[in-house]
């Protein structure tokens, strides 16, 4: 409860940063960018593998291959 009063009242400071991918991922996905359809924060290369998005591959990612 404490951080969504944080977050509400504007003095919330994450605890880490994003990964350099998903930072360049944000770039076009998140709100305000060319296509504005996430919101998350998650690294988008644990879900998007090369079995998913192709677009990564061009940003660096998957970093862990299986």
Known sequence: ???????????????????KVTMKCRGCHCKGSTLEDTRGKMA????????GAKHIESLGGYPFKP
């Open 1 to 19: 409860m404490e951080i969504l009063n944080a977050v509400k009242e504007g003095n919330y400071t994450p605890q880490y940063s994003l990964d």
């Open 44 to 51: 988008c290369h644990l879900c998007h593998t090369d079995s």
